[in-house]
C-alpha cells in the first residue's frame, strides 16, 4: 500500500465509488437535509459544547471530582462526548493531512483526467484571450445583480451538469451558505479559511463581510467553491476545477464572467482587470485594514500559525504564486486544458465557447 504524503491511501480510492453509492451520498443528502434547515451555524455550537464540556472536565479533574463523576453515568457521558466530538470533528476536516473525511480519498480530478503540458506561451495567450473578453464584457450592473443565494443555487444545477458530463457520481443538493458565528471566524481567519464545507456536519458556512471585506467576486467564488466540496469533492483543487467547469459551462454570462475572473486571479501574472473591479480591489484591501486592526486576536493566532506552518496556502488550490516559473503540467490549469480539448469528457462543459 503506497504512503502518499498527503496521507490518502490509493487502493482506498479505488473503493470510493462504491462508498459513495450506497454510504456516503445517501449520508450526505440526509445531512444536507437537516443542516440546511437549521438557520445557525451548527458547527460553531458543536465547538462551543466541545469546549465548554472540556473545560467543565479538566475543573472537575484539577478539583478531584473524576470518581464522583464516573459514578454519575449520565454526566460523565455527556461530559466527555464534547471532547470526543472535537476530535471527531478535527479528523473529519479535509483541510487537515491526517483527514479521516472518506471523500478525502476520492481520486484527485487531475490524477482522473491527466491533463497535457501547456507550454507558456500558450498559457499566457489563453490569459489574454480572457483578459480582453473580461475588459470588453464586464458590466457593472450586471455584475452586482448576481446575489449569494442566486449563485448557490445556479452553481448547484451547474455542478450537476458538470459531474454528468465528466462521467462523475452526483452530489447532493445544496441549499444554504451560513453566517460564520464568532468561533468559526476567529478559527478561520486565524487558519486563512475566511469560509468552510464540514464534511462531518455537511454544513457550509461563510464569514460575515463586516468580519472580513471582500470583493463581490470573492464572495461568489466561494459559495460555489463550497458547493463543490458538498458535492462530495474535500480536496481543495478538485473543488477549484469543479468551480471552474460550473462558471464556464453556464449559459448565464455573469457566470461565465466570473469563471474568466478566477482564471485570471488564479494565474500569478498580471493582469488588466476593469477598472470597476479595481476600484473595489482597492476599497476592500482599505476596509480589510481598518477591520484587521479592530481583531488583535486574529492578528496574533494568525501570526502563530505562520511561524508554526498551520496556515493556509494558495498552493493546494492550484493558486499561482506571483514569483513561481511556469509549470506546464500545472495541476490546476493543465486539467482544465486537458478537459476542454477532449470531446468526449469536454461534452458538458465545453459549450458557453469556454476552452482554449
Ligand atoms: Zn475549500
Known sequence: MRFRPDCYFSHV????????????????????????????????????????????????????????????????????????????????????????????????????????????????????????????????????????????HGCDLSLDTVLAGLGLQPGRAVGKMKPMGPLTTLLGLSYGGPAFHDPFFGEMAMVRPED?????????????HEAAHAKGFTRELDAEILTQLALSRSPDVRYRMLGDIMYLRKSGERIHYPEYLRREIRACWDSLERVEARQPVVRFLK??????????????????????????????????????????????????????
Request: positive net charge; glycine residues 10%; proline residues 9%.
Open 13 to 152: 480510492a479505488t473503493l470510493f465509488p462504491w462508498y459513495w453509492r450506497f454510504l456516503g451520498l445517501p449520508l450526505s443528502r440526509a445531512k444536507g437535509m437537516c443542516v440546511d434547515r437549521i438557520p445557525f451555524s451548527l458547527v460553531e455550537i458543536m465547538i462551543w459544547s466541545g469546549v465548554a464540556c472540556s473545560l467543565i472536565l479538566i475543573a472537575i479533574t484539577a478539583t478531584g471530582g473524576w470518581s464522583r463523576l464516573r459514578r454519575s453515568r449520565l454526566m460523565y457521558a455527556a461530559l466527555v462526548s464534547g471532547p470526543i466530538l472535537l476530535v471527531l470533528m478535527g479528523m473529519g476536516q479535509g483541510a487537515f493531512p491526517m483527514s479521516l473525511a472518506p471523500t478525502a480519498w476520492r481520486q484527485p480530478l487531475a490524477e482522473a483526467f491527466p491533463g497535457m503540458p501547456i507550454p507558456y506561451p500558450l498559457f499566457r495567450r489563453e490569459l489574454d484571450r480572457r483578459e480582453v473578453r473580461l475588459l470588453a464584457s464586464f458590466s457593472p450592473a450586471y455584475y452586482e445583480s448576481l446575489s449569494e443565494e442566486e449563485i448557490l
Open 212 to 224: 472580513h471585506p471582500a470583493p463581490r467576486y470573492w464572495r461568489l467564488l466561494g459559495v460555489c
Open 303 to 356: 501570526k502563530a500559525a505562520i511561524k508554526l506552518g498551520f496556515q493556509n496556502s494558495g498552493g493546494k488550490y492550484g493558486t499561482r504564486a506571483g514569483s513561481e516559473r511556469w509549470n506546464p503540467d500545472h495541476p490546476f490549469y493543465a486539467t482544465l486544458a486537458g478537459l476542454w480539448s477532449k470531446p468526449a469528457a469536454g461534452r458538458g462543459m465545453a459549450g458557453a465557447g469556454d476552452g482554449p
